[in-house]
């Protein structure tokens, strides 16, 4: 069974610096997805990036960004230039091939402080 | 509808009742989830609808746990006779494309089991 961790339960960062989310996964598949998704208080999950296993270049989306380094098993999010309006949990997901089901880690409490 | 509409917003209710959550996917989406966000266990996936059927129903903790969907769009997500370890927040999501590409959510519905 695939797992997912965020070793990092809780972070806070100021306003305008860039911020790093650590995930590692455990698979034996070789071709999965993997996601970030943001949780603010309105608990509403929004998808703020994605990345195919095959693929070898990078996601981006605007301020976001990943490390994806597939034979470490990591998969970490970068935010640049962090707002007041990326204060949420954020969740790593891992869908393997052909699947329909996300697998989600435990999530990392992002605070941004003014 | 505009997005994924789940009712109600929050449910209070008695050990040993019986409770419905409601999901309005976003029209036209083909696929439905169901994840439950508890406490001690993160988010977990119960089951999955592909139209009106249910190909992955592999995440029901119990029998006490049942859905169903009707006309490929509104679904019912039922606990019979809840129990306090029920209590969590059970989120709806809905996809048109393919799992893979990402779901999207609604604000999911906090239950409390009193």
């Known amino acids: 069974a695939q797992t997912v961790t965020q070793s990092q339960p809780e972070m806070s960062v100021q306003e305008a610096e860039t911020v790093t989310l650590s995930c590692t996964y455990d698979t034996s598949e070789s071709n999965y997805y993997l996601f970030w998704y943001k949780q603010p208080p309105s608990r509403q999950m929004i998808l703020v990036i994605r990345?195919?296993?095959?693929?070898?270049q990078n996601a981006t989306e605007n301020r976001f960004s990943v490390n994806f380094q597939k034979a470490a098993k990591s998969f970490s999010l970068k935010i640049s230039d962090s707002q007041l309006g990326d204060t949420a949990m954020y969740f790593c997901?891992?869908?393997?091939?052909?699947?329909?089901?996300?697998?989600f880690g435990q999530g990392t409490r992002l605070t941004i402080n003014p | 509808g505009a997005g994924v509409s789940q009712s109600p917003s929050n449910k209070v209710t008695e050990k040993g009742k019986d409770v419905e959550l409601r999901c309005d996917p976003i029209s036209g989406h083909t696929a439905l989830y169901w994840y439950r966000q508890s406490l001690g266990q993160g988010l977990e996936f119960l089951i999955y609808f592909q139209g009106n059927s249910a190909p992955d129903k592999s995440g029901l903790p119990s029998d006490r746990f049942s859905a169903e969907r009707t006309g490929g769009s509104v679904s019912t997500l039922t606990i019979q006779r809840t129990q306090q370890e029920d209590s969590a927040v059970y989120l709806c999501?809905?996809?048109?494309?393919?799992?893979?590409?990402?779901?999207?959510f609604g604000s999911g519905t906090r239950l409390t089991v009193v």
């Open positions: 990345q195919e296993a095959y693929k070898q």
């Open positions: 997901a891992f869908m393997r091939e052909g699947a329909q089901k996300l697998v």
């Open positions: 999501a809905s996809s048109l494309k393919l799992a893979k590409y990402g779901y999207t």
